[in-house]
């Protein structure tokens, strides 16, 4: 029986259709400003990807933000269990999650089953998340999907004091007008991103296998100050951006038995 | 009898009530409601208690900043800006008393004596129980007790308060039974309804509370409720209108059948011990003996994390909340601690922080949830 997973976060909506717990298609686009239509959306393109139609898909459970909102869906779960099962499919090994999403990010303890023992999320500040390196980005007339490169290219990261987005695009203005090198510009907004992140996942904790998800772990600058930071491998899946609907479908095979 | 819809229609009606009696002269103390305020002896006095601790609304929030700084937790800003949104109960306060347990409470004492025509009367409270300090805190009922005769001109005689301490004692009695009920596996009361009682003790009249909460624990010892995970919720201030959290655990299924809060609850673990002196009696019942030990009671914080573990224990917590106001601080520290000492007996443990700010909705609900689900994959 077909069964999937969609994840409606704040920047993309993501769907994932599993048969018998192999991903058979997914498909991933911007959530926009209506919630329900990039449900619709996305569910529409794993669909034709996987070339079955909507009567044939005998559970779906939603997740992300607007998980509530899905109407097509039989049940809602949170993100943080569903990265745990994603995850864990993903790779068994693992024990810790950064998840870093378009607007918030997250550190998730899992157990060897997969199941969620502890988790810290950030508040509603935008440091440290997906959103906090766009507008970076923007700042610096760069696009979004080389910063990761340039970073790395980074010998003496600046030192940004601060993550608040709004306080750290203007110390940006003043460090590019003191005529700081684009790389150590673009290595310190990562450096002070990822610092962020790792000290709020302190009160859970870090342990091996350690791996990266969301849209942000596309950024391969981010791997290495994050390694950099906690001092192990971390390991990023496949398809990081899907891991969270993926735990979503696996959560309806499981409903289905 | 349906005694909740009985209530409702006497609550909606009872400003009005208030502000009558008023007009006929009878005077009103206004409190925080940390539990350290005897209400007994405003009663006796001829006086009329209200308790003022409305909150969960940012509008409050915001409109305090006219007064004072951003940087104190929201739940003490509410109760200035309640004041400066004219709320009724605010404003019909001819006396009003904050006991001063840490520096957030103590300026809203601060900003009342600034900006506001009412008389304020500060009751000290001591971070330890030694004996200097129960005499600090004896002291300062003696001058309230002065301060209320004082508003109404009456004096407080031993029978009238003794009267006073038998009632108090009874609506003590009756909350305590009616929370134990949610030992039950099915609790027949809901934590909202629980602590929407405690609100409404705050400002209702005492005679009226206790046939109210007589004939609930007779409805309630029939009754049945839902099957779920249990949870204790534990904090700082849980403010009137502030139930975000009581209806986000609902919504995933799950109820809080035991919470451990200063503001918002009224103290009914131990009666007033009447015998001797009636000032030492309440000073010894709300005081020396007060169940449980605050947090800032150093040492006694080992008193209080265990108070919190026979909770877990007695009541059957699957799962512990420790809900905070932004920037309360002596409770963020506590949270910390708590968390770890819950974490190392392996008990589910979060933390929440909120602002009154419907921004911070849908990250409550996705902590709250995913708190809940990983209590059920246990």
Redesign the interface.
């Known amino acids: 029986m077909l069964v999937a997973g969609i994840d409606v976060g704040a920047a993309t909506a993501k769907a994932v259709i599993l048969n018998d717990r192999e991903v058979l298609s997914y498909a991933i686009s911007p959530t926009g400003f209506d919630v329900v239509n990039a449900a619709n959306e996305v569910i529409k393109l794993a669909l034709e990807k996987a070339n079955c139609s909507m009567n044939e898909i005998g559970f779906i459970v939603s997740t992300g933000?607007a998980r509530s909102a899905v109407p097509f869906a039989n049940k809602a779960?949170?993100?943080?269990?569903c990265h745990a099962k994603g995850a864990h499919f993903q790779l068994p090994a693992v024990r810790t999650i950064i998840d870093i999403g378009g607007q918030?990010s997250k550190v998730i303890r899992v157990n060897e089953k997969g199941?969620?023992?502890?988790?810290t999320?950030n508040?509603?500040c935008a440091a440290g998340t997906g959103r906090f390196f766009e507008v970076m980005a923007k700042v610096l007339g760069l696009d979004i999907n080389e910063m990761g490169a340039v970073a790395l290219k980074s010998s003496q990261p600046c030192q940004i004091s601060s993550t608040c987005t709004v306080f750290a695009e203007s110390e940006m203005v003043s460090l590019r007008a003191q005529g700081k090198r684009r790389e150590d510009l673009i290595g310190g907004i990562h450096k002070a991103a990822v610092s962020r992140i790792v000290t709020m996942g302190k009160?859970v904790g870090y342990e091996r296998e350690v791996v990266l998800t969301g849209g942000v772990a596309k950024n391969i600058g981010v791997k290495k100050f994050l390694e950099d930071e906690i001092k192990m491998e971390v390991v990023i899946p496949e398809e990081p951006q899907i891991t969270g609907a993926l735990g979503a479908a696996l959560l309806a095979d499981a409903e289905l038995g | 009898m349906n005694t909740t819809k009985d209530l409702s229609t006497y609550l909606e009606e009872r400003v009005s009530e208030l502000k009558r009696l008023k007009e006929d002269g009878k005077k009103v103390v206004g409190y925080i409601t940390g539990g350290f305020m005897p209400e007994e002896l405003v009663w006796a006095g001829g006086a009329i208690p209200v308790g003022l601790n409305r909150g969960g609304d940012h509008e409050a929030v915001l409109k305090s900043t006219e007064y004072i700084p951003r940087f104190l937790d929201a739940y003490s800003r509410a109760q200035i800006g309640y004041w400066a949104l004219e709320e009724p109960l605010y404003r019909m306060v001819d006396l009003f008393v904050v006991p001063c347990t840490d520096k957030n409470i103590s300026s809203i004492a601060d900003c009342w004596e600034m900006w506001t025509e009412t008389k304020v009367v500060k009751l000290g409270i001591p971070h330890n129980k030694r004996d200097h300090a129960f005499k600090y805190y004896l002291e300062g009922l003696h001058s309230l007790k002065g301060e209320v005769e004082k508003l109404t001109g009456n004096s407080i005689a031993e029978d009238k308060l003794r009267k006073e301490v038998d009632l108090a004692n009874r609506m003590r009695f009756l909350l305590r039974q009616i929370s134990e009920m949610r030992k039950s596996e099915r609790p027949p009361i809901s934590g909202k309804d629980y602590i929407k009682l405690h609100h409404a003790s705050f400002h209702t009249d005492r005679d009226f509370m206790i046939k109210s909460l007589e004939s609930l624990s007779q409805e309630l010892k029939r009754k049945e409720g839902k099957k779920g995970p249990r949870i204790l919720l534990v904090g700082s201030s849980i403010a009137e209108g502030d139930y975000k959290v009581y209806d986000l655990l609902e919504s995933a299924g799950a109820d809080v059948v035991i919470e451990e809060f200063s503001e918002g609850m009224k103290p009914y673990w131990q009666e007033v011990e009447d015998g001797g002196d009636l000032i030492e009696a309440l000073a010894d019942g709300y005081f020396r003996r007060r169940i449980p030990p605050p947090a800032f009671f150093r040492p006694a914080t080992e008193d209080r994390a265990a108070f919190l573990l026979k909770l877990v224990k007695e009541f059957s917590v699957d799962g512990i909340i420790w809900y905070s106001t932004l920037y309360r601080d002596s409770y963020d520290i506590g949270g910390i601690h708590f968390g770890r000492m819950a974490q190392s007996k392996d008990i589910p443990f979060i933390k929440i922080v909120s602002e009154y700010d419907d921004a911070e909705h849908g990250q409550l609900s996705t902590r709250i949830e995913a708190f809940i689900e990983s209590i059920e994959e246990r």
């Open positions: 933000y779960v949170t993100e943080i269990r918030d199941n969620v023992v502890n988790f999320m508040d509603k009160a």
